[in-house]
């Protein structure tokens, strides 16, 4: 039985579990495969912490550079992560003829036009399923099962700890603070969780999905990103009592001549599949122009989750070894020269219904000022809702608004939070109902 080498860079959670599933479903892998593969090496500069799981002698190494320059690796697993070494050792494996598979989604959001011009160039294959959506297979769904479709759109969930944060504050009534806590005792947020609850981590997914949804480079830049720092348990209630819920989406929709691409707070009807994706659970929801809409749903983090997505992908590309079919579907699942630049809807330009809350003094004619002031800019208002006052200067105002332009509706902002009576910034979060748009 022919044996194919893989040489891993990383040997941290996600590295151990692929470690841990090679050994362990040895047999059934080269009963799929029709070969064996040998974890030849793993280099990681911590070779003493115990993983738990046994290595054999001779694997484990400091010698990130070694491992790429072993001529008899054939398939190298990048799972340091960022654009840093990880990115240095990538090229260099390029450049060296080896396969990658990767899970890291800054890289590939960030650096996708090197990294295609780079791969075309080598002739190797360049896999990367577990970057987005941990054991879901939406890249592979989009590469290849949705091959003949026109992607129209896709919404999803795909940072876990946003999602156990919002689904903490719904269900148990916790702030944000209080959530945030929570979620980091579970070990679903790291210690610095900004770059989960800025909404950056879903910027990057979105980037690559879109790329391939789209045959397209996507400038980070071009996505409109807010976090979920700013919302209460009020908000999850009064979205509640309207029949919504609350969630962190990336959202792309294709228009033909432009895309939009941002992540934000969305609200969406309780009897959306999307709102009922609790703790740290992803789920992607792609509509075809053939298939219509599908959901993917599942772990989009965690050891054997993410290395699960990872050995499909050395599967794949093991398999495209022994048949000697490297290259058979394109990396971004377009041909290099269709790749074109597609433009990106301006933010201002979007059209949706808007929740907004204010925090006014509570006089008289205050309400009818806020009103008049979206009446100016044409927005009209679909549900007002005013409660009364506990204890405080202010009181919350909350409207949910018809279809408005994101432009319009800004101006309208900037009238009404420079009125006298409004105690500080309105929150704002966009509401995706098919039956209002």
Not at 99 to 126: C, S
Not at 190 to 202: N, Q, R, Y
Not at 417 to 428: F, G, N
């Amino acid at each position: 039985m022919r044996v194919i080498n893989i040489g891993l860079l990383g040997f941290g959670t996600v590295g151990a579990g692929v470690a841990k599933l090679l050994f362990s479903n040895k047999e059934i892998i080269s009963k799929r495969l029709g070969a064996e593969l040998n974890l030849k090496s793993i280099s990681d500069p911590d070779l003493t912490r115990d993983r738990g799981i046994i290595i054999p002698d001779g694997i484990l190494t400091n010698d990130s550079l070694g491992v790429v320059a072993d001529p008899d690796i054939d398939i190298i697993v990048e799972l340091i992560g960022g654009v840093g070494i990880a990115k240095e050792l990538v090229l260099k494996a390029i450049e060296a003829g080896k396969h990658i598979v990767t899970a890291n989604k800054a890289l590939i959001a960030m650096y996708g036009d090197v990294l295609r011009g780079k791969i075309t160039e080598a002739k190797i294959d360049f896999a990367y399923e577990a970057s987005v959506g941990g054991c879901m297979p939406v890249i592979k769904a989009l590469r290849e099962s949705l091959a003949a479709n026109r992607i129209n759109e896709i919404t999803g969930i795909l940072n876990g700890t946003c999602n156990y944060i919002l689904s903490m504050i719904t269900n148990e009534g916790l702030s944000f603070d209080m959530a945030l806590r929570q979620a980091q005792d579970a070990g679903f947020a790291e210690a610095d969780p900004s770059f989960d609850i800025e909404g950056k981590d879903t910027a990057h997914k979105l980037a690559i999905l879109a790329g391939i949804a789209y045959g397209t480079g996507i400038d980070l830049a071009d996505i409109h990103v807010e976090g979920i720092t700013s919302i209460t348990p009020m908000d999850i209630e009064l979205a509640r009592e309207m029949g919504y819920r609350i969630k962190l989406l990336a959202i792309t929709k294709n228009h033909g001549d432009s895309v939009e691409l941002r992540v934000h707070p969305t609200m969406i009807p309780k009897d959306n599949i999307l709102s009922n994706v609790e703790g740290s659970l992803n789920a992607v929801s792609i509509d075809g122009d053939a298939v219509g809409n599908m959901l993917l749903y599942g772990h989009g983090a965690g050891m054997m989750p993410t290395a699960s997505a990872i050995l499909s992908d050395v599967i794949d590309v093991a398999r495209n070894i022994l048949s000697n079919s490297i290259g058979r579907i394109p990396t971004f699942a377009f041909q290099s020269d269709s790749m074109k630049k597609i433009q990106v809807l301006p933010m201002g330009e979007i059209k949706t219904c808007y929740y907004v809350r204010f925090a006014a003094l509570d006089k008289p004619g205050v309400l009818s000022r806020i009103s008049g002031a979206l009446g100016d800019f044409g927005i009209s208002i679909d549900w007002v809702h005013q409660r009364g006052r506990h204890h405080t200067e202010s009181v919350p105002i909350v409207m949910l608004t018809h279809v408005a332009k994101e432009a319009d509706f800004q101006k309208a902002l900037a009238v009404i939070s420079a009125m006298p009576e409004i105690c500080q910034p309105p929150l704002l979060v966009r509401v995706e109902d098919d039956e209002l748009l």
